[in-house]
């Protein structure tokens, strides 16, 4: 069983930033992916950016430029760093692990941003 535990989240203002942590029971380098989703209210579940085993990061058209993915494989660790944050970036964010049968989910943090 593995287990992610975000933190992180809160309200901010428009423009401002801010840093989710996603700590992982186990190596972040047993999965193929680690990745940052966002639920919004009404709105479906959607990818923010994710990093690859390799090191390779991908990123939504919308927060491109703003958002960045790194790890710290020692503290088995993925970070979602948010800057420039905007209204619409308000949303429940997830971290997920991707493996070749399952993925797994942390329980998320919200993220509001006031305008």
């Known amino acids: 069983q593995v287990q992610l535990v975000e933190s992180g989240g809160g309200l901010v203002q428009a423009g401002e930033s801010l840093r989710l942590s996603c700590v992982a029971s186990?190596?972040?380098?047993?999965?193929?992916?680690m990745a940052w989703y966002r639920q919004a209210p009404g709105k479906q579940r959607e990818l923010v950016g994710q990093?690859?085993?390799?090191?390779?990061?991908n990123y939504a058209d919308s927060v491109k430029g703003r958002f960045t993915v790194s790890r710290d494989s020692a503290k088995n660790t993925v970070y979602l760093q948010m800057t420039s944050l905007k209204p619409e970036d308000t949303a429940v964010y997830y971290c997920?692990?991707?493996?070749?049968?399952?993925?797994?989910w942390g329980q998320g943090t919200q993220v509001t941003v006031s305008s």
């Open positions: 186990r190596s972040i380098f047993s999965f193929a992916v």
């Open positions: 997920g692990a991707v493996a070749p049968l399952h993925t797994y």
């Open positions: 990093i690859s085993e390799g090191g390779i990061t």
